[in-house]
């Protein structure tokens, strides 16, 4: 007969126990902001073939709340012309308050970039894709985005000016 310890904890022996725990926990995902205009209604809605000129801007912000709390906004805003009229214009904040704990400062950065966008970019998609929907336009169904590339590429170009260093004085 084997004997169950319910109460066990894995990480009180040796280094896992002055080691903190690392991990994230989703308390809340929710729709910060959002908005819709179609200022060519109904005009727009006669045009002949539905073939628009389609932008598409992304932005992700993170705050600290408290001390393990973090409010990642990932914000994605449409526009979309038909021969230089605007057929309407959609924008998402989806947000999301993350619990994360134990990871040093560049490791926070890097989840609070990648994972916790990645986590609210199904959310975004489909809240802007109702949006559009809604008001009487095709669906729109925002393209898989590598959130990892971009924080590596943010990364970097913030990086290149320090790796410049300062002007060098003329050498007499």
């Known amino acids: 007969m084997s004997e169950n310890n319910t109460n066990a904890n894995p990480n009180t022996g040796g280094d896992a126990a002055q080691a903190p725990q690392r991990q994230m926990i989703i308390q809340k995902i929710y729709v910060k902001d959002a908005s819709f205009e179609s200022p060519n209604a109904p005009q727009i809605f006669s045009q002949a073939q539905w073939q628009p000129d389609v932008s598409v801007q992304l932005q992700n912000a993170a ?12 914000t994605a805003t449409i526009t979309t012309k038909m021969d230089d009229k605007t057929a ?3 924008e998402v904040q989806q947000a999301g308050i993350f619990d994360i704990r134990g990871l040093e400062r ?41 959130f990892d590339a971009i924080y590596d ?14 002007p060098s004085a003329p050498s007499h």
């Open 106 to 146: 560049e490791e926070l950065a890097r989840l609070l970039g990648t994972i916790c966008p990645h986590t609210l970019f199904p959310y975004l998609r489909q809240a802007l894709d109702d949006l559009i929907k809604k008001g009487g336009f095709p669906e729109f169904l925002l393209a898989p985005v590598n």
């Open 153 to 166: 590429d943010q990364v970097r170009k913030k990086q290149q000016p320090e790796q410049a260093g300062p």
């Open 88 to 90: 309407y214009l959609a």
């Open 63 to 74: 705050v600290a709340l408290a001390e393990t709390l973090y409010e990642v906004t990932l």
